[in-house]
T-cell receptor, first 114, second 115 residues
Framework: AQTVTQSQPEMSVQEAETVTLSCTYDTSENNYYLFWYKQPPSRQMILVIRQEAYKQQNATENRFSVNFQKAAKSFSLKISDSQLGDTAMYFCAFFYNQGGKLIFGQGTELSVKP | NAGVTQTPKFQVLKTGQSMTLQCAQDMNHEYMSWYRQDPGMGLRLIHYSVGAGITDQGEVPNGYNVSRSTTEDFPLRLLSAAPSQTSVYFC??????????????FGQGTRLTVV
């Protein structure tokens, strides 16, 4: 069975600094997707970034980038130039075609301090 | 384009009552799912469906029923509510399969309290 683990329940960072959120996963699949979702206090689930497992190049979206290590089954999120609006819960998630399940980690609560 | 519409946003039930959480999507997505979110446990998959007429159990299916009679709708039924079902519930839909720009779209969530 696929599992996703986020080992940092809470993190904090000063505004304008860089922070990295960790995620590891376990799977025997070769083709899959990995996601980071942001959940602000409004409860809305917002896609931050997506990585296809067959792509070696790490995904980037403006201030957000990932470090995807397929062999190590690691998928960390780096937030550069942190902003107060980045304060939220962040979830790492795994999706694979066979079975169609989207599996989430436990979440990391990020606080950006002024 | 409404995306995923989930109702209600809030609900209080008494133990033993039944209710249905509604979920509808207008994106013609094959894949729909229900999650519950509890502190420290992330989002856990309750049930999911890969198309009309097809449903399967997720990680925590006990106490919940689903059906998928149309592509658009995927209701979640609590037959006899228990305090352990107090949680925030999310419905999600996505394209099924390895396609470009795959992502899951979520409803706004339902905060359910069972007293």
């Amino acid at each position: 069975a696929q599992t996703v683990t986020q080992s940092q329940p809470e993190m904090s960072v000063q505004e304008a600094e860089t922070v990295t959120l960790s995620c590891t996963y376990d799977t025997s699949e070769n083709n899959y997707y990995l996601f980071w979702y942001k959940q602000p206090p409004s409860r809305q689930m917002i896609l931050v970034i997506r990585q296809e497992a067959y792509k070696q190049q790490n995904a980037t979206e403006n201030r957000f980038s990932v470090n995807f290590q397929k062999a190590a089954k690691s998928f960390s999120l780096k937030i550069s130039d942190s902003q107060l609006g980045d304060t939220a819960m962040y979830f790492c998630a795994f999706f694979y075609n066979q079975g169609g399940k989207l599996i989430f980690g436990q979440g990391t609560e990020l606080s950006v301090k002024p | 384009n409404a995306g995923v519409t989930q109702t209600p946003k809030f609900q209080v039930l008494k133990t033993g009552q039944s209710m249905t959480l509604q979920c509808a999507q207008d994106m013609n997505h094959e894949y729909m799912s229900w999650y519950r979110q509890d502190p420290g446990m992330g989002l856990r998959l309750i049930h999911y469906s890969v198309g009309a007429g097809i449903t399967d159990q997720g990680e925590v299916p006990n106490g919940y029923n689903v059906s998928r009679s149309t592509t658009e709708d995927f209701p979640l039924r609590l037959l006899s509510a228990a305090p352990s079902q107090t949680s925030v519930y999310f419905c999600a839909s996505s394209t099924y399969g390895v396609r470009m720009n795959t992502e899951a779209f979520f409803g706004q969530g339902t905060r359910l309290t069972v007293v």
